[in-house]
């Protein structure tokens, strides 16, 4: 009882042998598809409402009248039926004219247009080629599309606000570029970091350095700072990031004034952040996304003091099918020791830079001492290892209550597994973030008299 016309698809069934439509509804005329369906050796279309011509195929052609019978209106040579009458044959002869004309001149038309894409892009390759030289790489035009401009226009609005680099908007500086301060005509306040020449192999290789950057835009998280977007041009590179008025955290721990504002609750808090955005970027983006460069200074706050990590600039993406070597990106006194005799990027290194971190956020100082003495000596009996914790907590604050002492010492503890010197033994990020969040254990109730001996035990 199906009541439909043949579908096209029928008759274009390569290997179908028999095919028994009978007792149904069927209606319209029979697809041209089947003059074409030579695999087809049995038929039965009878009892249906099929009308107009048989197909020219043996199947149909040779088909015994009860294979056809009460239909509507078939038509053709075989006995029983009635032929075709000349305006049912003209209609068919014109549908075959129709189709063999669509068949040449599709293609025809086809390979035209397809030639003229073809010469409109090698055309524009060329121009843009000679252009490339004298005007900033287009890729920036997506980049800023969030502001809704062309990205030839941001980049003339950055120059213009910053009086091309003029220094007196230069609000920091480090190894790989100097950052300033740019406000937009529309109001929007941003961060431009203009790299050095020698920025290691990202420059040497453009179109590298600008897929990864496209990728780190992609980013989206509360605890990393936003990367708006990136300009390559012969004169300078400059990547352009979200604007936290807050600063880095480390002119916060350099200043006594705003260190003594920055109680422990808020250090944990901190350290949180940074461990929740680090743990994103290696577990949960598509590629794995190393930082290269985790430092205080790279650390930026907002009014909240919620922390945001920054300049991913020198980050790099892990593909699973390429190469983890590369040149030396990062700060001395954070960089995982094996940097020394191997240029192997992988997630370890971000968590050794992390466990300096928040060891420097507890301290209220470079940890660089500590480090020293503490990991060079193998043996347990060194004198570092019979240095209380409390002893070297940042003096400017007072003594931590039995709640905050409890997170400072488990803060300490993660820290010191962190710089562990054999990478294969420190813990993911991951894993660091799951005991941040667990409840803290009894064990951790002995703040007074823990020392780092103690925490590295545990």
Known sequence: MLESKLPLELG????IETMNLS?????????KSFDHCFSLISIDISYNQLEGPLPNTSAFQKAPFDALTN???LCGTVSGLNPCSQSTQKKTSRRTFKRM???IVAPM????LLLIVVMGIFIRARSGTRSVENKPQEFARNVFSVWSFDGKMIYQNIIDAIENFNPKYCIGAGGFGSVFRAELPNGQVVAVKKLHATDGDALWRPKDFANEIRALTNIRHRNIVKLYGFCSHVQHTFLVYEFLEGGSLMHLLTNDET????DWIKRVNIVKDVANALSYMHQNCSHSIIHRDISSKNILLDSEYQAHISDSGTARILMPDSSHWSSFAGTYGYAAPELAYTMEVNEKCDVYSFGVLALEVILGKHPGDLILSTLSASSSTSTAHDILLKDIMDPRLSSPSKQESKQVTLVAKLALSCIEPNSQLRPTMKQVCIQLLKEIPSQFNIFPMVTIGQLLDL
């Open 101 to 103: 004309i669509f068949l």
């Open 71 to 73: 239909n509507k209106c």
């Open 259 to 262: 260190a003594a504002k920055f």
């Open 23 to 31: 007792h149904n509804r069927m209606s319209g005329s029979i697809p």
């Open 12 to 15: 274009e069934m390569k290997s």
């Open 109 to 112: 038309l086809a390979t035209m």
